[in-house]
């Protein structure tokens, strides 16, 4: 089942108050504490378990996908950026085999010519490689293949009411120098869906590790300091929450302007992501891409042409807004090999 992706519909969930205090609040900056549910509630003047009640209701109605980290791109693991072009006909079959691979993240139909845009992750850019060949195979089509090159600017953390203001809700950008090493794959694999909804889970994680709570929190603390992390907090869908104008905006810059054309689109408030990707002879000229959040169309084609302004005159680019979301979910770096790839409950279901 796929989610279509409506111009100007209203929200799928309406939020009580506390429901939107925490996402307002929690994107990021999530207590690394070993009661962090109880910080959060002293701080809203709750109870702890009325916190933890509410974040289990939002994420029953897909509001809320985790509570965690989110991963800085090729810190963890690799991703790949994949395309193709799908006959109209066959589009929700081939989506649904593309979804039931568990290295298959994000998976997605664009207004476009290519109009099938999937995520693949994993451990290493061999292992990538090899689910994108068997993608080919199995779903029957030619992948048009998109390595990130550079990242300018990744945050989905971005205030999603007009004023919003919170303890992570503003925090500055990640600014540490990528790490050279992996971070301990163990404790990857055990938070990369998520901590569980518990008083104490952090103590809960490092149980099923042999390890002590305090060097759970420790590690990462230290992932946020390095730059492994992004950020660590509650994860939300923003199109259940009323954004759903949403645009991949691909720009073809000259090779030699295109990081300074990244760092200028990263610094407007508009683009939530902004990346380098290699362009691909003969079948795609683009190599810069951003993505426009908002609730309606025309605020995000408002807001593409304030980009273009950032550029060269006549700098050529596309809009590729949603049109239905097949899968989404974190990305898993940690997973054992599949010849198949069926995903069971991470494939997408009524609600991403």
């Not at 645009?247 to 302007?257: E, H, I, L, R, S």
Request: with cysteine; hydrophobic share 45%.
């Amino acid at each position: 089942m796929s989610v279509a992706l409506p111009e100007g519909a209203p929200p799928s969930v309406r939020l009580d108050p506390l429901g939107r205090a925490l996402i307002e609040g929690w994107q990021r900056g999530f207590p690394l504490v070993p009661r962090p549910y109880a910080r959060i509630a002293e701080a809203l003047g709750v109870h702890e378990h009325l916190v933890i009640a509410t974040l289990a209701r939002l994420q029953r109605a897909g509001v809320v996908t985790r509570v965690g980290p989110v991963f800085r791109p090729g810190t963890a693991g690799a991703s790949m950026l994949a395309a193709a072009a799908v006959p109209p006909a066959r589009l929700e079959q081939v989506a649904a085999c593309v979804s039931a691979f568990p290295e298959v993240n994000h998976n997605y139909e664009r207004e476009h010519r290519l109009n099938l845009w999937f995520v693949v992750t994993g451990p290493d850019r061999e292992r990538i490689e090899a689910v994108v060949s068997r993608i080919e195979t199995r779903c029957g089509v030619r992948v048009l293949r998109l390595p990130m090159e550079r990242d300018y600017h990744i945050d989905l953390a971005f205030p999603l009411w007009r004023g919003a203001r919170g303890p992570g809700a503003h925090a500055p950008e990640i600014t540490a120098p990528r790490p050279a090493a992996r971070p301990d794959p163990a404790l990857v694999a055990a938070v990369q869906r998520g901590i569980p909804l518990l008083a104490r889970p952090y103590a809960h994680v490092a149980a099923a590790l042999g390890r002590a709570e305090a060097e759970v929190i420790a590690t990462l603390e230290r992932w946020l300091a390095d730059g492994v992390l992004s950020r660590f907090g509650i994860v939300v869908r923003h199109h259940e929450l009323g954004w759903r104008a949403n645009a991949m905006v691909v720009w073809d810059v000259p090779d030699g302007a295109v990081d300074l054309a990244g760092e200028r689109l990263a610094r407007h408030p508009a683009v939530t992501l902004c990346y380098r990707r290699p362009r691909v002879d003969g079948v795609w000229p683009y190599n810069l891409y951003c993505m426009v959040h908002g609730r309606e169309r025309a605020t995000v084609r408002a807001r593409v042409a304030e980009l273009a302004r950032l550029l060269p005159p006549g700098t050529r680019h596309e809009v590729l807004f949603s049109r239905r979301r097949f899968k989404q979910r974190g990305a898993l770096y940690a997973l054992r090999p599949s010849a198949v790839g069926p995903a069971g409950e991470e494939a997408h279901g009524g609600r991403a």
